[in-house]
């Protein structure tokens, strides 16, 4: 194949958004268990901001960030036979690596997932990071189905998912949100919505729930905030952290022996087998499959030009909006 040249915006140092530069490289040769892929959308994420702001100890001048993206397969690696030049791919990429801020990637080809025929490639963009930790942070539960579960913060892009999978797996589900989400997810099944904003807000909860504590809690605003909801957990509840962790238990051991769980989906590059990524990555085409269907929703899309990548990702920085932002290669 003939050398082959992308556009990318690269880090140079912590700061924000916009200090990305813009600039061509040759793309290198794949690997034997890569693919390459020609980018057609990019999903922006909170993490991708983050990473910018903080860096990353891989990171060096120059590193493409990104890690949610769409596309077609352009060139295959020798052992990559079974994936066809030509197909549909969406993928989450591994933040030590070049990402998806590029109009071309590189993966490992055990690393992607197939986009079906009816689902576009700007709602498959928008799927990887959110809707994966949503559904690794519902597995962590055994038999859900049935439990008092909370989900606090469930107005962004991963508790709206994770609603909807809890839902439909059969528990009772709560929810704390601002106040313009309710009647969405009242619409869906919630059997109770409360504004975080309400200083009350815990008391409010507990009111509509007989009993008062929950089987399950999943928090997706920090491990500090994760630890502040042990209160609302029933014994041998659940408590699940997806933004950060809940470093120490603060309860007394002997006592309702909550367990607590972390969610890192990014740590499936480096520490997942082979088995345990093939399997993520047959989930998502599963669940990639129940959108295309209209059986789960995405959030509502923001999309702007590669060109205006940047202030894009610094526009959804700092805006509390629960639109989902992606970029147009």
Known sequence: MNEIYSKAWCWQHRGEPEDLICKEYKIREVEDDEVLIKNTVIGLNPVDWKLISSGNPSWVKDQIPGVDGAGIVIKTGKKM???????????????????????HTILKGNRIMHIPEKLSDYAAAAFPCPSLTAWQAMQKIPDIGNKN????GAGGSVGYFLTQLILNAGAK??????????????????SKAVDYKNDDWKNEIKEALPGGNFDVIFDTVSGNHASQLLDL?????????????????PLPPFTTCVSLHEIALGAFHRFASEKQTVQLMTDGEKLLQQISTGKLKLRDQKI?????LPSHLAEMKHTNSSYKYLIEV
């Open 81 to 103: 036979k079974r994936i066809q030049i030509g197909a549909r791919v969406c993928y989450h990429s591994d933040l030590t690596q070049a990402g998806s801020f590029s109009t």
């Open 149 to 152: 579960v909370l989900i606090s």
């Open 173 to 190: 589900v709560y929810i704390t949100a601002d106040l313009q989400h309710h009647n969405e997810f009242y619409k869906m099944g919630v």
């Open 233 to 249: 957990a029933a014994y041998y509840g659940h408590i699940v952290a997806i933004q950060g962790r809940v470093d120490t238990n």
């Open 304 to 308: 702007s030009n590669f060109d205006r």
